[in-house]
């Protein structure tokens, strides 16, 4: 057996292996690289494999940096099933339409074209098989797996891959215990080879009540300076735990009067989606969307859909909120939003998700003075807050739970999804305290399993 790391190796965005074991080859994920223009370049190469001898895809959720390149591999020759959880297989095809739209607008501008077209993505959408949690599947070609709860976002999964008599195990993305909406992790019992992210390996995220503070501060603030809070949201989760939280304290009474604005066409598509999959929700979300079925609403948030609908938010007064896509600001109507509202003193933007390298928000959190948006540079007079609590992604010490709760010690765990010194600096701790034999490895390393 060996295992091939062909995208998220030494960095977050990418998700792309290929395990091979005799005749058969399953790839886990195939997702975009994201940040600026080196990574489109990325997105624009030929896979470094042959897509038509790929078995089976299994995608562990529906996350653009974890299925954003499924259509080009398809494209290349991919015609195997395409394997994932019932409620990822509605979401992903929502996120790749909205990212062939945003290419078809965004790409040209740097004068690279979209990597794949709508006749891609349609015959992707039909190679989709969905599964539920802890269902043994086989397939074709000695293709043997089952899904877990990853808790990350609605649908995602962690993959119990079943090969010559070994299970390798891919965490795909980690959630974090207690998170709203989602249940809990799905704790591991037994593996023998070890994939799992790392995207906050040397990072203990704020206590879980701190979300909620910042966010209440940032309102009151906004609201008293009459200002704009922007909130740059992913649309899959992230959106829907702040819609969450600003639901809870309006029934508390505590939402400042001014009005708020969910001002992205496919975060609105998939919190429409979160309402068909009440079945995966922890009790508490359970309880509440018995409550009040629309439990992501509140009085005074207007849905914004249509770009006129959007242009509207300019004319009206501040105080105001707006959250909007994309979660990195390197795209979306966040990018007007910024254009317009940076230069000002009294906006704030409240970051509240993972930022990569090279993107406009990562930009923003080194306290650059000036960040460039569609070929000018904007000054950035703004407040900028990073709530790391709201991350959706596992911290330090939940990696640490969750890879010490396999009974039996992995031959080897291999740590991806994660910068390279953090992860280096993890795969130390996790040998030195745990003897546990971890490796960080490279874009397209092979690792022979025996």
């Known amino acids: 057996m060996q295992i091939t790391f062909y995208g998220a190796a030494g960095e977050v965005t990418g998700s792309c292996t290929l395990v091979e074991s005799g005749d058969t080859r399953v790839l886990v994920d195939c997702g975009a690289f994201q940040g600026g223009y080196k990574e489109r370049i990325k997105n624009n190469s030929k896979f470094p494999f042959d897509a038509a001898k ?11 940096d974890h299925c954003g390149r499924i259509p080009k591999l398809v494209a290349a020759g ?3 099933p395409i394997f994932t959880t019932e409620a990822t297989a509605h979401l992903v095809k929502l996120i790749l339409e909205d990212s062939l739209r945003v290419m078809e607008n965004d790409y040209q501008k740097s004068g690279l074209l979209p ?15 969905p599964v539920k949690y802890g269902q043994k599947v086989n397939s074709r070609g000695g293709v043997s797996f089952a899904l ?3 808790g990350h976002v609605l649908g995602s999964a962690s993959v119990e891959l079943y090969l010559e008599d070994k299970t390798v195990l891919f965490s795909g993305d980690l959630g974090n215990d207690g998170a709203p909406i989602m249940r809990d992790t799905n704790m591991p019992e037994k593996a023998d080879v070890v994939i799992m992210e790392s995207t906050y390996a040397m990072r203990e995220h704020e206590a879980r009540t701190e979300r909620v503070s910042k966010l209440e501060q940032a309102l009151l603030y906004t609201h008293k300076h009459r200002g704009v809070l922007l909130i740059p949201a992913f649309a899959l989760e992230r959106t829907q735990e702040v819609l969450w939280d600003l639901h809870r304290l309006s029934d508390l009474h505590k939402l400042p009067g001014m009005p708020f604005y969910l001002d992205s066409p496919l975060a609105i598509k998939i919190t429409d989606e979160f309402r068909h999959h009440p079945d995966v929700f922890d009790a508490e979300a359970v309880k509440a969307y018995k409550m009040h079925h629309d439990f992501l609403s509140f009085p005074n948030l207007h849905i ?3 770009s006129d609908e959007s242009k509207t938010i300019n004319s009206a007064p501040a105080p105001k909120v707006i959250i909007a896509g994309s979660g990195m600001m390197d795209g979306g ?5 910024l ?15 993972y930022q990569s390298v090279n993107s406009t928000g990562r930009r923003l ?15 950035v007079h703004a407040k900028i807050i990073k709530a790391d609590s709201f991350s959706a992604h596992a911290d330090y010490n939940k990696l640490i739970k969750w890879v010490t709760s396999i009974r039996k010690k992995p031959t080897t765990i291999f740590l991806n999804h994660g910068e390279m010194l953090p992860a280096k600096e993890f795969a130390n701790f996790l040998k030195d305290k745990y003897d546990l034999n971890t490796q960080v490895p490279r874009a397209k390393q092979t690792f022979k399993i025996v």
């Open 54 to 64: 790929v078995d089976a895809l299994v995608l562990t959720h529906a996350h653009y």
């Open 78 to 80: 991919f015609k195997g």
């Open 115 to 129: 990597f794949f077209n709508e006749e891609h993505l349609a015959l992707a959408m039909k190679q989709i098989k």
């Open 148 to 150: 877990r709860e990853a």
């Open 304 to 306: 914004t859909l249509t």
């Open 333 to 337: 109507r966040i990018m007007h939003h």
């Open 339 to 353: 254009k317009r509202y940076l230069p000002l003193p009294n906006t704030t933007i409240l970051v509240v998700g």
């Open 365 to 379: 959190l080194n306290g650059e003075k000036a960040v460039r948006i569609d070929g000018r540079f904007i000054p």
